[in-house]
């Protein structure tokens, strides 16, 4: 679905929370990855007197937080879409900000393998 969008709100108590528009009546399935791993407890529910626009909310587990970069990538679960990621740096202050940048498009890599992935298996069920 290719006219979603997510704009975060906050981060507060551990808790990623955001704003998602789509064009749709029906909650959109999202998955948050960090590290290749989905994170649980994603909450996507629509907001009152708004068509089309729903809260997101992603606890972020602190055992997945540690010194270093972490980086969360949401996507819709469908598609496999990236609509947003949040970075989370702990520990020694980073003497730059390419180490974030570094995460950042890891975690994009592990996503375009595994969308390339499936893609190759469709073609050969077809």
């Not at 507060?12 to 989905?38: C, F, K, N, R, S």
């Not at 520990?91 to 592990?110: C, F, K, N, T, V």
């Amino acid at each position: 679905m290719a006219d979603m969008s997510l704009e975060k709100a906050r981060i507060h108590a551990g808790i990623w929370e955001g704003v998602l528009t789509a064009p749709v009546d029906v909650a959109p399935e999202l998955e948050v990855m960090h590290q290749a791993q989905a994170v649980p407890g994603v909450e996507v529910a629509a907001l009152a007197d708004q068509s089309g626009q729903f809260s997101v909310r992603v606890p972020i587990p602190a055992e997945l937080l540690g010194d270093g970069v972490q980086t969360f990538v949401i996507q819709d679960k469908s598609t496999g879409q990236t609509l947003d990621s949040f970075v989370i740096v702990t520990g020694e202050p980073l003497q730059a900000d390419i180490r974030a940048e570094m995460d950042l498009l890891r975690s994009e890599l592990d996503m375009l393998k595994r969308a390339f992935r499936r893609h190759c298996q469709a073609g050969d069920d077809a």
